[in-house]
């Protein structure tokens, strides 16, 4: 297993939709555990390959407290269910900032599985929440955008001075 760079925002790379997975093999099996990796050690309860600069579509998460509830989603597609709520997010690629974002209860999951198998379910509470924030980066979408201009340009302009002066 490798631990993978995670880009930052603005990186412009964040915004590029995701292409499916046609065939779930060794090389996706192990992006999926080098994704894993790297979200522990950032450390971060879900990742998108997006935001590792794979623009394929996959996600993992796992919101446990011992990190022994891995779950990975090849191609994910989400129906939303429930009521939205608001709950307050970071992101590995807006380090630093947590910010108060809108999203639904809960949501059924289509998609494939780490072995290739087509699964579907149904999760609530942070679980989902976290979901729905890892598909949104396949769509080239980050919690920033949820948020108002003048948020979204302060937070812009903060993380582009640490890059700059490689905070």
Not at 105 to 124: I, K, P, Q, T, W
Not at 132 to 142: A, N, V
């Amino acid at each position: 297993m490798a631990l993978l760079n995670i880009l930052e925002y603005p990186d412009p790379r964040l915004r590029t939709v995701a292409k499916p997975v046609n065939v779930v093999d060794e090389a996706v099996r192990r992006l999926i555990d080098d994704m894993l990796e790297t979200m522990y050690e950032a450390p971060g309860i879900g990742l998108a390959a997006t935001q590792v600069n794979v623009h394929r579509r996959i996600i993992v998460v796992d919101v446990s407290e011992n990190r022994d509830d891995p779950h990975a989603f090849v191609n994910p597609a989400l129906t939303t269910l429930g009521d939205p709520i608001e709950t307050e997010e970071g992101c590995l690629s807006v380090p630093g900032f947590y910010e108060p974002v809108t999203r639904f209860e809960g949501v059924r999951v289509r998609a494939l599985d780490r072995e290739g198998n087509s699964v579907e379910a149904e999760y609530d509470g942070l679980l989902s929440v976290c979901i729905q924030h890892e598909c949104d980066h396949l769509e080239g979408k980050l919690f920033v955008d949820y948020l108002s201009n003048l948020k979204r340009t302060r937070i812009r302009k903060k993380l582009e001075k640490q890059q700059r002066v490689g905070a």
